[in-house]
């Protein structure tokens, strides 16, 4: 078999604007394009489970992993659990949405419901933004 002319009339085409380079986008944008995109792969496993009985978690797992860590290098830990919460997390078994319980010294506390990846980048800005705030205090 001679493998020297392996891909060498293989063409790719761009699919449509859901595909430009990131290049092109803020990091607000790739950072909802990599939830949302997130959010539907999760969605579609339970989806497969819970239609057809077949779990494929174990094979995903190993890719769920690179992505968490490429979330930590990129956002560090804690938004990166918020992150993670998000996807996974803020369903009950009855499909309703979790808050999440925001505690400010000082402040009462506050629920916060996030029901897109824009609200989820959103509230990480506010966090971030209270965080410097806080040490800039101290």
Known sequence: MDLNNFGK????????????????????????R?????DKCWTDSNGLYENFKISILEYEEGYYQVI??????NYGPWKTELI????????????NLYPLLVQTKGKEDEEVFLKTPTQLWNFLDRLEKQKRKDEEQK
């Not at 085409?13 to 092109?24: A, I, V, Y």
């Open 68 to 73: 968490e860590d490429l979330l930590i290098v």
């Open 9 to 32: 009339n293989l063409q790719f085409n761009r699919r449509g604007e859901s595909d430009k380079l990131t290049e092109d986008l803020s990091d607000k944008e790739v950072f909802v």
């Open 84 to 95: 993670l919460w998000y996807i996974f997390g803020r369903f009950d078994t009855d499909g």
């Open 34 to 38: 990599i939830v949302e995109r997130l």
